[in-house]
């Protein structure tokens, strides 16, 4: 299941998508979440699925890997379906055992969320997927810059932000050791009641916090063995540079919003 979890890794490529703009990556991206939020209805939802899956077809990378990032998710996806399922009470009765009943609206509900979530994560994991953790920081960096004004620590945050994205497969892989290690000595993580398996993650929590931290000393000696000091008269290697694809990228994604709220508008 941890070797599921995809999220912060990047795969290197040489589609459109990679070779978009990573500020206009995350202005597209926001624009995207709100394109999800904005409309009510399942053709706004249609419009949002044709958005992904198209960008998904333009970044190259196999479709595999996006649903191999939901799966760690499942048992929140279901939850969150039977939520709505079950607790939503308007709307005509579908089914009904005591005190549990199905309506429809409750049904339409569980089944727009669960498109929603799918969607939401498919289109987001691009982000991180399509750009380079360093490519992302001056972003992120050159998107706050204004807030220097305001004595804003932008590159300080950028960093923590970069920093805490590319340290996220690299804990999976440190977890899925220690559990590894954990069952060679006789432990039994996957057994048992829930007491136990809770009680059992301490010896699984406690080495990846030592290890977390021995990684972040590290990491902090590195960069001041480096001269590492922050973002004052630091210069850059490679400069962004907006090319007419990611202007062209953004009128599209703002169609397709507009396209959104149209549709939400003209189905109430």
Not at 80 to 107: C, P
Not at 134 to 150: F, G, H, V, Y
Not at 173 to 195: H, L, M, N, V, Y
Not at 221 to 231: I, K, L, Q, V
Request: charge should be positive; charged fraction near 20%.
């Amino acid at each position: 299941m941890l070797r599921d979890i995809t999220i912060g890794q990047f795969f290197p490529g040489n589609s459109i998508i990679h070779r978009l703009d990573p500020r206009f990556k995350i202005v597209i991206t926001l624009l995207f979440i709100v394109m999800l939020f904005s409309g009510g209805t399942l053709l706004c939802l249609g419009i949002g699925a044709v958005y992904t899956f198209t960008a998904i077809f333009l970044s190259r990378i196999p479709l595999k890997m996006f649903l191999k990032s939901i799966k760690p998710l499942l048992p929140f996806l279901i939850i969150t379906a039977m939520l709505n399922l079950f607790l939503v009470s308007s709307g005509e009765l579908l089914w009904q055992w005591k005190f549990l009943k199905i309506t429809d609206e409750g049904l339409n509900i569980s089944i727009f969320m669960i498109i929603r979530i799918v969607l939401l994560i498919m289109g987001s994991s691009l982000l991180t997927y399509t750009t380079s953790p360093i490519t992302l920081t001056d972003a992120i960096e050159r998107l706050l810059s204004p807030l220097r004004k305001l004595k804003f620590p932008v590159h300080e945050l950028a960093m923590m932000m970069s920093i805490a994205l590319r340290f996220i497969p690299t804990l999976i892989e440190e977890t899925d050791k220690i559990i590894s290690a954990q069952k060679a000595r006789g432990a039994e993580i996957d057994t048992g009641s829930f007491i136990n398996r809770a009680r059992n993650l301490v010896s699984i929590l406690v080495p990846l916090f030592i290890s977390a931290f021995r990684r972040a000393d590290e990491l902090a000696t590195a960069m001041e063995c480096r001269c590492y000091n922050g973002g004052s008269g630091r210069t850059r290697l490679r400069q962004l540079k907006s090319a007419p694809r990611d202007y062209a990228a953004l009128a599209v994604t703002i169609l397709f919003l507009a396209a959104v709220i149209a549709a939400g508008k003209l189905l109430r």
